[in-house]
């Protein structure tokens, strides 16, 4: 049975789980699998921005409470057209905020409610990443900044104890849309993810490779990573990431 939804009130949303790839509706991001859809009006939400919370908090700021809130356009602080100044940028992903949002409006801060969902710590193989702000070069774009010159917001990255690992969560979001990117040229379902290749080995070795568990651990990492950030932790890509971000 379907559920309705402030943001689209005239038809019920109904859970769906097709495997390819979407923009959801409310907080106008990446999504895959699982989203609640009304067929008719091809609207989707992700499953947070579907049961969104009226106020929430996250380890990493804390005793700070962000309040869900939804904008219809990007929120400005002048009347210029295109100011990239004005925009709002997601302080994990470092994204632009373009529709629900988790705000704080004591401190300014915003998170897109999937990157809501990303945690403070995860221990893989023994290997332990902590979630930080961007301070050091990321093994993807083997910069110590996001590859986004209109945002000043530093974003988050994951660093592993051992020191061997850094992935900005920018950049894992940057890898999928590269990957879909490339795909369309070669799939008659150019959406499909199942088709893609994700480009992480060939970035990797020309950061200096490190053998096979090194491959493991990333893989397994960026998969975690990936299926929060595309709205669904349960996501059913494990055969798939892991032939994929590696291959």
């Known amino acids: 049975m379907g559920k309705t939804h402030s943001s689209h009130p005239e038809h019920e949303l109904e859970l769906k789980n097709y495997r390819k790839p979407y923009t959801c509706d409310g907080c106008k991001e990446h999504g895959f699998g699982k989203r609640y859809r009304c067929e008719e009006c091809d609207y989707d939400l992700h499953e947070d921005c579907m049961f969104n919370k009226s106020t929430t908090t996250h380890k990493f700021f804390k005793e ?51 990157c809501h969902n990303l945690k403070n710590e995860f221990k893989i193989d023994g290997v332990k990443f902590q979630l930080g702000e961007t301070v050091s070069k990321c093994t993807w774009c083997n910069q ?32 999928v849309i590269e990957a879909w990117r490339n795909g369309m040229a070669n799939s008659n379902d150019c959406l499909a993810l199942e088709n893609l290749e994700l480009p992480i080995q060939r970035q990797l070795n020309r950061n200096g490779g490190r053998g096979n568990k090194y491959w493991r651990i990333a893989k397994v990492f960026l998969k975690t990573i990936v299926s929060i950030l595309l709205g669904d932790p349960t996501i059913t890509l494990g055969s798939l990431l892991v032939d994929l971000i590696i291959g």
Do not use: Q
């Open 64 to 114: 700070s409470t962000f309040k869900f809130k939804f904008y219809d356009k990007p929120p400005r602080k002048c009347d210029k057209i295109n100011c990239n100044e004005c925009k709002t940028y997601c302080d994990a992903c470092g994204k632009h905020i373009k529709g629900f949002v988790y705000h704080c409006d004591e401190k300014g801060w915003d998170l897109h409610p999937c």
């Open 144 to 175: 110590k900044k996001i590859n986004d010159s209109l945002s000043r917001i530093k974003g988050w990255s994951y660093v592993s104890k051992c020191g061997t690992y850094h992935f900005h969560v920018y950049c894992v979001m940057e890898m």
